[in-house]
């Protein structure tokens, strides 16, 4: 079982790591860098299943014959892609709401919205 | 040998990343990190040798590429600025 | 072929252990510009020697060009990497621990 | 047993760049262990034989992430506040709980590369890993499910790119920005460090010449429009790095960026109306050969990852621009 079953695992812990940087940190720079985390480690997991025994690199050539899967491979390269271009508009977002709130802490804007709401 | 080499360099990046950890200057950390990324592409160079896929050095030779790059990324961004070297401005708000 | 892979063998063991020097001396080395030399001896030689050493093993001349690209990469990359990172310390008030300084204690 | 030794020390590294990034506070180190998480994931990805992705990870996770994050510190603060109790341990026991919950599952899935799981024994496995010789006729089967089997979703990916780098241009592109910023301290980088401007002139012909390698190699090895893409604009980063964003954007300017970003996306589509108006379906690259359906894919696929570099390229300047654009606070003015 722990054998055949740890890169799971450790995927696992990894997403559930960037899970808790999500979910616990008000900086939304740092959130976002814990959105990141789990996301390679869904890479790690996909990666992880397409791969077979004693198998090589999806590129033929004659002196192999046994050839990891490349779905998941393609899958994950254009998500890799994909991944980058969304973490800069959320990069991008937080940058903006520095600006207008001169902070990058969750909490902390959103306290200033409740006290504007509570003075109109 | 190919794998006693990889075990080595593995061995020699945990002691980069603890020294990454550990800092203490954030010139520490840089200079960690940027061997910590030689290292990487070590083993990547190593691990094409090993399997028979030598069009894994393309990889390889990125690598050598992305950390350049990002180490002056690093120092440019350190050196403009109010952030990083918490030694000097800690708290380092506008 | 054997005295070959011999001398593929040495280089690549030759080039761990300079590799393995420069992460310990990374580690325990006292400042930041002591533990300059240690990353170089990293970059230069211990790169250089795994790559001479994996060199020897290659068959097709593809690989070979690859294998000098990333040497040749390194080479130039890492020692520009490291003298801008020292001078950056240098500017940004960080003084070498030298000889004078330690007699001056 | 002796990949095992290496999956270990892999995973070792992963977990502790993990933890760390989950405790550190400086959010700079942070940026950086980041990218070391990356690189690590690489390897990784290269010990699954997923070369093509390792080969994406460490120009994008390693790379493009990196200086995005650390472009976005350098406009907000750098350090944040530590976390209040009140905060960390519901969020630590979510994670527990529904950590617990993913492994729980995870005991249904079949041995870590056994090869009678369900992926390998699917008759598309067979299908993409037998057939694509003879009818796509190219050896990386990475790039013909990629470019061809999927091209579908291969646009769509594209036009995400692209419309993440129009978000990001409009979010930060133009507008008086509040200066946020110190102003700049010390000169720029390259007029303190010769030895790095004498380098990067150097090596920037080389990058740009390596990554066009990368986009028409992608055929016969790992490389391919994404790769190429990220690794050009990594070149224009460095120049733009060393010799000051103005200089970068007299090279590439902002409108040629835009209309190049569409371009790609254009020439994407392009492929697919062309093939329709052949008579074929939308991205159906046989028809481009005339009566050779071998050549038609051979010339759809070399178009359709030209038009996904062009489009990722630009799109990946336009980030970089956009963030250096407002963190450099106008560069103009401060780099005297």
């Known amino acids: 079982m722990i054998v055949t079953h740890y890169n799971y695992w450790i995927a696992m812990v990894l997403m559930m790591i960037g899970l808790y940087v999500v979910m616990s940190h008000a900086n939304l720079v740092k959130k976002l860098i814990g959105l990141n985390v789990f996301q390679v480690a869904v890479f790690l997991l996909y990666i992880s299943l397409g791969k077979i025994e004693?198998?090589?690199?999806p590129i033929l050539d004659a002196a192999f014959t046994t050839y990891s899967h490349p779905l998941p491979h393609v899958l994950i390269l254009t998500a890799i892609v994909v991944g980058v271009a969304t973490t800069a508009v959320g990069l991008a977002l937080a940058v903006r709401i520095h600006e207008a709130y001169g902070t990058i802490s969750e909490d902390e804007a959103l306290q200033r919205d409740q006290q504007e709401r509570d003075a109109a | 040998m190919l794998l006693a080499a990889?075990?080595?360099?593995l061995v020699a990046m945990l002691l980069a990343l603890a020294r990454a950890l550990m800092g203490p200057s954030l010139y520490d950390r840089i200079l960690a990190v940027n061997s910590f990324g030689t290292k990487t592409v070590l083993v990547i160079?190593?691990?094409?040798?090993?399997t028979g896929r030598p069009d894994v050095l393309d990889i390889a030779l990125t690598y050598a590429l992305i950390n350049f790059i990002g180490t002056v990324a690093v120092l440019k961004l350190s050196h403009y600025g109010e952030f990083g070297a918490s030694s000097r401005r800690s708290g380092g708000d506008l | 072929m054997t005295l070959l892979h011999l001398a593929s063998d040495l280089l690549l063991g030759a080039g761990v252990l300079l590799v393995l020097t420069g992460a310990v001396g990374l580690h325990r080395l006292p400042e930041f510009f002591t533990r300059t030399h240690a990353a170089s001896i990293t970059d230069s030689a211990g790169a250089g020697l795994m790559l001479a050493g994996m060199l020897l093993r290659v068959e097709d001349g593809g690989t070979?060009?690859?294998?000098?690209?990333?040497?040749?990469?390194?080479?130039?990359?890492?020692?520009?990497?490291?003298?801008?990172?020292?001078?950056?310390?240098?500017?940004?008030?960080?003084?070498?621990?030298?000889?004078?300084?330690?007699?001056a204690r | 047993m002796s990949t095992l030794l290496i999956d270990i020390a892999l995973f070792t590294i992963l977990t502790v760049i993990g933890l760390a990034i989950a405790r550190i506070r400086q959010l700079f180190a942070v940026a950086m262990l980041s990218g070391l998480f990356s690189l690590t994931c690489a390897c990784i990805f290269v010990l699954q034989d997923a070369v093509d992705v390792a080969f994406t990870e460490a120009a994008v996770g390693a790379g493009m992430t990196t200086v995005l994050f650390l472009g976005a510190l350098a406009l907000t603060r750098s350090r944040e506040e530590s976390t209040p109790r009140s905060r960390s341990l519901p969020a630590m026991l979510a994670a527990l709980a529904t950590g617990a919950l993913l492994i729980y599952a995870s005991l249904?899935?079949?041995?870590?590369?056994?090869?009678?799981?369900?992926?390998?024994?699917?008759?598309?496995?067979?299908?993409?890993?037998?057939?694509?010789?003879?009818?796509?006729?190219?050896?990386?089967?990475?790039?013909?499910?990629?470019?061809?089997?999927?091209?579908?979703?291969?646009?769509?990916?594209?036009?995400?790119?692209?419309?993440?780098?129009?978000?990001v241009l409009m979010l930060l592109g133009r507008g008086a920005?509040?200066?946020?910023?110190?102003?700049?301290?010390?000169?720029?980088?390259?007029?303190?460090?010769?030895?790095?401007?004498?380098?990067?002139?150097l090596l920037i012909p080389f990058i740009l010449l390596f990554a066009l390698y990368v986009q028409f190699h992608?055929?016969?090895?790992?490389?391919?429009?994404?790769?190429?893409?990220?690794?050009?604009?990594?070149?224009?980063?460095?120049?733009?790095?060393?010799?000051?964003?103005?200089?970068?954007?007299?090279?590439?300017?902002?409108a040629v960026l835009r209309g190049l970003a569409s371009l790609g996306v254009l020439l994407y589509g392009g492929v697919g109306v062309a093939t329709?108006?052949?008579?074929?379906?939308?991205?159906e690259y046989g028809r481009l050969g005339g009566g050779d359906a071998l050549a038609g894919q051979h010339l759809g696929i070399l178009l359709v990852e030209l038009g996904v570099g062009i489009c990722v390229t630009a799109a990946m300047i336009l980030l970089f621009f956009s963030f250096a654009g407002r963190g450099a606070g106008r560069p103009g003015k401060t780099d005297e």
């Open chain 1, 54 to 57: 004693n198998g090589t690199a």
């Open chain 2, 6 to 9: 990889t075990l080595g360099l």
């Open chain 2, 45 to 50: 160079a190593v691990i094409g040798c090993l």
């Open chain 3, 64 to 103: 070979a060009v690859r294998l000098l690209l990333i040497l040749l990469f390194l080479l130039f990359t890492s020692p520009t990497a490291s003298h801008a990172l020292a001078q950056a310390a240098l500017q940004d008030g960080m003084t070498p621990l030298s000889g004078a300084r330690e007699r």
């Open chain 4, 108 to 167: 249904d899935l079949p041995g870590f590369a056994a090869a009678d799981a369900p992926v390998h024994r699917h008759p598309l496995t067979a299908r993409y890993l037998q057939d694509s010789p003879s009818e796509i006729g190219i050896p990386n089967v990475v790039t013909s499910v990629l470019a061809s089997y999927r091209g579908y979703d291969t646009f769509g990916e594209v036009v995400v790119v692209f419309t993440a780098g129009i978000a």
């Open chain 4, 177 to 201: 920005a509040t200066s946020v910023s110190a102003p700049a301290r010390v000169q720029p980088l390259h007029q303190q460090n010769r030895v790095l401007r004498v380098v990067a002139k």
């Open chain 4, 218 to 254: 992608g055929d016969y090895g790992p490389g391919g429009g994404f790769q190429a893409g990220v690794i050009f604009a990594s070149g224009l980063i460095l120049y733009a790095l060393v010799f000051g964003l103005d200089a970068a954007r007299a090279v590439a300017p902002l």
């Open chain 4, 276 to 283: 329709l108006l052949l008579g074929g379906a939308f991205l």
